[in-house]
């Protein structure tokens, strides 16, 4: 069994992921961090020389790869869920676990990230909190259907929502 993070850009998934993988016991893996590799450039570099298209393609071959594997914890690209197919592939082993905010909370988070906002694409700062309003009215159903627990993360701690997470899944760490 997998547990598989999904969630907008910022909602927490790679430093929810990390320590919930380190309770476990279990590998962590981070499927944008896969595709800058395979693809040996940031992914902003890869939407901007090769398009969205290019990106979607290879993340489709991380998805089909990671969901063959057993005992992680896997943080996605917020936009993962716009493939059935990855859906699919994720949940074949895998428990997906929504970590949810209000866009203007993951709005601030993108802003705090320098180095997110050196290596994935560009936010313009004067419509940024409207894409994001955009972008989770077109996904947010997407989420619902593909999760099978959902956590908000708004002011709520690391340990906290790991916790959560544990919870629901009945799953416990490592001693």
Request: aromatic residues 6%.
């Amino acid at each position: 069994m997998n547990l598989v993070l999904i969630g907008y850009r910022a909602s927490g998934k790679s430093f929810v992921g990390k320590e919930l993988a380190l309770l476990l016991g279990w590998s962590f893996v981070d499927t944008d961090q896969l595709v800058e590799s395979r693809a040996r450039l940031t992914i902003r570099e890869l939407y901007a020389q090769h398009g969205e298209e290019a990106f979607r393609r290879i993340e489709a071959e991380v998805v089909r790869e990671v969901g063959s594997r057993d005992r992680q914890v896997v943080s996605t690209g917020g936009g993962v869920v716009l493939s059935d197919a990855n859906v699919a592939e994720l949940r074949r082993d895998g428990k997906l676990i929504w970590l949810k905010a209000p866009a203007e909370v993951l709005w601030h988070r993108i802003l705090g990230d320098q180095e997110r906002l050196r290596t994935r694409p560009p936010v313009d700062p004067a419509t940024g909190l409207q894409q994001i309003r955009e972008a989770l009215a077109a996904r947010e159903p997407l989420y619902e259907r593909a999760a099978d627990a959902t956590v908000e993360t708004q002011d709520r701690s690391v340990v906290d929502i790991v916790n959560t997470i544990l919870l629901l899944t009945g799953l416990k760490g490592d001693p």
